[in-house]
């Protein structure tokens, strides 16, 4: 078994943290970090009323909400991410998000920012993700 296929098991307690605005996510596991070749997972839990700032992903990303509310605005319009929802956001396509309601908002998210394979196919190598738009 190689370092790349044997199996890893990490602990929330200690993960660093990305923020977006009032919004962080602490990371599982990503290509920068651990070595592994494809896939960001992320761990989200932040409380009501914070907001995240505009920014867009190399590749799709999906978010998974345990608990909580957050809106999440494509396009002008808000798209609510609620307990038990899984959302597909598209690549390069700006999402901020915010809080709502009166308890944290608790999710999931799998990402692939640094991907090699995905950076080298769309010629982006050198291009650092997640990309903030600017807009906040």
Not at 3 to 11: A, D, V
Request: glycine share 8%; with cysteine; net charge neutral.
């Amino acid at each position: 078994m190689t370092e790349t296929t044997k199996p890893r098991i990490r602990k929330l307690a200690g993960l660093k943290k990305e923020h977006f605005g009032g919004i962080f996510r602490q990371v599982f596991f990503s290509p920068e970090t651990t070595g592994n070749r494809y896939l960001k997972m992320a761990y989200i839990d932040v409380p009501p009323g914070a907001t995240g700032t505009p920014h867009v992903h190399l590749g799709e990303e999906l978010v998974y909400t345990i608990k909580g509310k957050a809106a999440l605005t494509i396009d002008g319009k808000d798209h609510l991410l609620e307990e038990g929802t899984c959302f597909l956001i598209p690549p390069d396509v700006e999402h901020p998000a915010r809080v709502v309601g009166p308890e944290n908002w608790v999710a999931v998210a799998a990402y692939c920012n640094e991907c090699p394979v995905l950076k080298k196919a769309l010629n982006k190598e050198h291009v650092h993700y997640p990309l903030s738009t600017g807009k906040e």
